[in-house]
């Protein structure tokens, strides 16, 4: 069964950096691809961005520019590193495992992590 942690939520001012982690445990890490997600009071969940098995990125136009998804497949662990960050940054941020395993494919399928929280105070 995967299991995702998520960690490295905090309260922070706007402009300010964070560093979410997410470890990852019961698959293959190496061949996940893996997404980063975000719930903000009153809206639907939305994608931040993913990361391949190779280590290509997309990001959601609102974060391009300002956060970076990296992978550890030794540590079997993503990234999230937020810079510049901005109150609307707010919310819970979901660590997500995709089902497919064919090289550069995305199921929409997967494995969640229960969320690690960001505040970013004006």
């Known amino acids: 069964q995967v299991q995702l942690v998520e960690s490295g939520g905090d309260l922070v001012q706007a402009g300010g950096s964070l560093r979410l982690s997410c470890a990852v445990s019961g698959t293959t890490f190496s061949i996940t691809p893996m997404g980063w997600y975000r719930q903000a009071p009153g809206k639907q969940r939305e994608l931040v961005g993913t990361?391949?098995?190779?280590?290509?990125?997309t990001y959601v136009d609102s974060v391009k520019g300002r956060f970076t998804i990296s992978r550890d497949n030794v540590k079997n662990t993503v990234y999230l590193q937020m810079n510049s960050l901005k109150p609307e940054d707010t919310g819970l941020y979901y660590c997500?495992?995709?089902?497919?395993?064919?090289?550069?494919?995305?199921?929409?399928?997967?494995?969640w992590g229960q969320g690690t929280q960001v505040n970013v105070s004006s």
């Open positions: 997500y495992a995709d089902r497919s395993r064919r090289p550069g494919g995305w199921s929409g399928s997967g494995s």
């Open positions: 990361i391949s098995s190779d280590g290509r990125t």
